[in-house]
């Protein structure tokens, strides 16, 4: 068996999320899928970094798989394009040792969150960022950023979904990027908790409307309490960049 | 009765096209079902520039329509998108004589054909622009390009379901922009017949493929059969730019 480390990229609007559910379209049953047609029907089982919300993208999510097949490990690219759905694509394959795991050998990944803020909805870009035709004091929300940063315990910051025991979690970066209407902001940790990125924008665009001040992110962190915290930030405007391995 | 003239923009790919057809999904009916709408049901007519194909989007279509509402006309483009769905959106309204028709007050159209030239597919871009993984060389499509511009009979640039007699007119610009994988050609001309773009570009492609030559072009115009340009080109590449009236 060869284990083969993929990078995919996928439009998250017309799929359920990445995990496979039972009759929802997924992009962990269109991956399995593809594979499944590869290996003359045999099923394969596909493991990602992990999950993606309905209507979340991702520009470099990691999956691995095991196969029996013989086949330059470059060459699974093209195989598995030409099954593939034209919202999934993948990047690169390249063939990994065992103790290889798309999951498990995580060290860090990077997401980022865009919003824009046109007066009117974009047709082009309304399920790939976060319409906000409002006001936002992005200095305000670099400041509330800082807070963020850093080994915290992100109980507040977490999905009350989440069955992780242990909330505590590195964020080693969050920046901003402004160009004409865009903002996009870019965050890097060891880990992220369900839903954290996205109850961190909704917290930081509450610090950039007004209706937070920046100190207040330190005292909602330190409250360990999903309730706290602004609400989640819609899915159409996150993308999961990059994932790091060491 | 006071006419409005409304600048829209729109997502093409979920759509039957611009204009109404019973049952299908089309632009028009989206527009038509929010005039009703905010009309209290009574219904109200649209004409727009010109009909889009399946598919086929647009950046600056101009729609008109008369209206009994008094309403300052800017606050049209409000009313509208508060009604209509996330994939057409009013850019700006304004009030226009009734010697304005969208259609017949025209005096030019600019169409913006966009291509992409990655190996592999990319998912955001599927629906948004022509994947052409193949080598293509601008050089020589400029040089054929230079054989449409001007005042010619274009019957071999247009499809064989039109119904216009006169297939005379008049390109004034093609010009080609290229940004790392991107390449986009930009047409402008006084008016332009049923997918006459589509089959330029399809035509362009194939001069810049090398299976045919740039003064080949020339001979195609002056066959005026349809039967000897090439293939049209995919819808998802093309936008309706910009319309432009006296």
Redesign the interface.
């Known amino acids: 068996m060869k284990r083969i480390k993929c990078e995919i990229?996928?439009?998250g609007s017309r799929f359920s999320g990445y995990q496979s559910q039972p009759k929802d379209r997924t992009v962990q049953r269109e991956l399995e899928k593809a594979l499944w047609k590869i290996h003359k029907k045999v099923p394969v089982k596909t493991h990602a970094s992990g999950r993606t919300d309905a209507g979340v993208?991702a520009m470099g999510q990691v999956v691995h798989f095991d196969t029996p097949i013989t086949m330059l490990a470059e060459r699974w690219?093209?195989a598995l394009?030409g099954e593939l759905p034209?919202?999934?694509?993948?990047?690169r394959t390249e063939e990994v040792s065992e103790k290889f795991h798309a999951r498990y050998s995580v060290s860090g990944k990077e997401y980022r969150y865009r919003i824009y803020r046109t007066r009117?909805?974009?047709?082009?870009r309304?399920?790939?960022a976060y319409h906000y035709p409002y006001p936002l004091d992005v200095s305000r929300m670099k400041e509330a950023a800082a807070y963020l940063m850093g080994e915290h315990d992100f109980t507040s910051f977490c999905s009350t979904k989440s069955d992780k025991e242990n909330k505590v979690r590195t964020v080693t970066d969050i920046s901003f990027f402004e160009q004409g209407d865009d903002l996009e902001i870019r965050f890097k940790g060891t880990g992220f908790l369900y839903n954290m990125v996205r109850i961190m924008v909704g917290t930081l665009m509450k610090v950039g409307n007004g209706r937070l001040e920046p100190e207040d992110v330190a005292r909602i962190l330190a409250q360990r309490d999903r309730n706290r915290a602004p609400q989640t930030a819609p899915a159409e405007g996150l993308y999961l960049w990059e994932v790091f391995y060491e």
Chains 1, 2 share one sequence.
């Open positions: 990229m996928y439009d993208h690219a093209r394009n034209s919202d999934i694509s993948v990047k009117y909805r974009d047709p082009f309304t399920v790939y």
